[in-house]
């Protein structure tokens, strides 16, 4: 059989307007706009991608228009874009990628095989970290002529991701799934890494866009070759805006020429600078700072303004003044008229009970919790109350 040739994209995150930029949110779907027509030059025989489509779960509908204006290149020639739902994205209804489907050659891949060439492609989409333990990871059997299997997935894994930024393992995945996979494609972590796990070729494609100060291997591809069941993969970059990511130490004379001196040092033309201000407080503010870098050429400026800042020592803090927040707390809280799930959260968050330790893992362990407690709510409002009449207007999802 002639060799299969996929395109794995993944954490392209349209709409996203990092630092409050519209520029930077053109810059993200610029570099969707690019990895597809790249697909399209390539002729490759579907495109794959691993989550995070969209940056929010209710992207404007500008946003979804740009995606599939973006996808029309692949219609045009036949070529599939299969997807996962990510973390960024993921609703508890029908998923934007349901709706795409319906208007381009967009199909989200599941437990069931979807064969390409000889390749059988599966997808689970983002699980929350609340169900991982019992998520159902069971995939069908592949075809007899499918000589290679690869699930996509959006989640962190060790290995390739480091165990101090890891969910789960690798190794706990490939024992749930019941079929011998040749490919583990990952989405979620930016930058690409890649391991071999007990014969399985696992890997992270990395974002097409940087996403955040820290993560230098961005704006990346991968292209997947497979042939007599034998994958391979190369990267391939994409034009990203460049970055300068610096500081500037303010001593107490410092002013605006000491800004400008540590800028003329800097390529600034068309980046995105990413500033940190340190020392001591003077008379040059942050918003001075950011009309100066952009005076000397910068698209995108973002300062963060640590001057000043004292550092606090935790371990000369009292015990017994932490108690006395908590009562202080307690107190407060019991002239509010609150429900037993709002006190059960502010137990939870206080005392580190079970919660996941990242923002985003612990908002997916609470949110259940609180979607019981808006639904008693309206149950609550829905029932007749015979000293008032109440006229209740309940607005759809925007």
């Not at 997947?224 to 004379?253: C, Y």
Request: hydrophobic share 35%; net charge negative.
């Amino acid at each position: 059989m002639p060799e299969t040739r996929l395109l794995h994209i993944s954490d392209t995150h349209l709409g996203k307007r990092q630092y409050g930029s519209d520029v930077r949110r053109d810059d993200f779907a610029d570099t969707f706009d690019q990895a597809i027509n790249l697909a399209a030059e390539r002729d490759v025989d579907a495109v794959i991608h691993t989550g995070d489509l969209f940056d929010d779960p209710v992207p404007s509908l500008p946003t979804v228009m740009r995606c599939a204006d973006a996808l029309e290149p692949l219609e045009e020639r036949g070529i599939p874009f299969y997807g996962i739902v990510g973390n960024h994205e993921r609703k508890n209804d029908d998923q934007w990628l349901d709706l795409l489907r319906r208007t381009n050659a967009v199909t989200r891949l599941d437990r069931e095989p979807t064969v390409v060439g000889d390749v059988a492609l599966y997808g689970i989409d983002a699980v929350r970290p609340s169900v991982w333990d019992t998520a159902d990871f069971g995939l069908e059997a592949s075809p007899e002529d499918a000589e290679c299997s690869i699930l996509c997935m959006h989640e962190l894994l060790e290995p390739p991701a480091e165990e101090i930024v890891a969910n789960h393992s690798v190794e706990d995945v490939l024992e749930r799934v019941n079929v011998e996979l040749d490919g583990l494609a990952l989405g979620d972590l930016h930058q690409p890494k890649s391991a071999h796990v007990d014969g399985t070729d696992v890997w992270y494609a990395s974002a097409t866009e940087r996403c955040a100060k820290d993560q230098l291997e961005t704006g990346l591809v991968q292209l997947l070759e497979i042939d007599d069941g034998e994958l391979t993969r190369r990267q391939l970059e994409l034009e990203t805006r460049p970055w300068s990511v610096f500081h500037i130490a303010f001593s107490e004379d410092d002013g605006a020429d000491h800004v400008r001196d540590v800028l003329d040092r800097r390529d600034l033309e068309n980046a995105v600078a990413k500033v940190e201000l340190t020392g001591e407080r003077g008379a040059v503010t942050a918003n001075e700072v950011i009309q100066m870098a952009r005076d000397a050429g910068a698209a995108v400026v973002s300062v963060d303004d640590n001057r000043g800042r004292v550092d606090i020592d935790v371990d000369s803090i009292e015990a017994m003044s932490l108690q006395g927040l908590d009562s202080a707390i307690e107190e407060r809280l019991a002239d509010e008229d609150l429900s037993e799930v709002a006190l059960d959260i502010d137990g939870r968050v206080r005392e580190g009970d079970g919660l996941n330790d990242t923002v985003g893992g612990a908002a997916d362990d609470l949110e259940p919790d609180l979607r019981d407690a808006q639904q008693a709510a309206f149950d609550d409002i829905g029932e007749p109350n015979e000293n008032h009449d109440t006229t209740v207007t309940t607005e759809g999802d925007e």
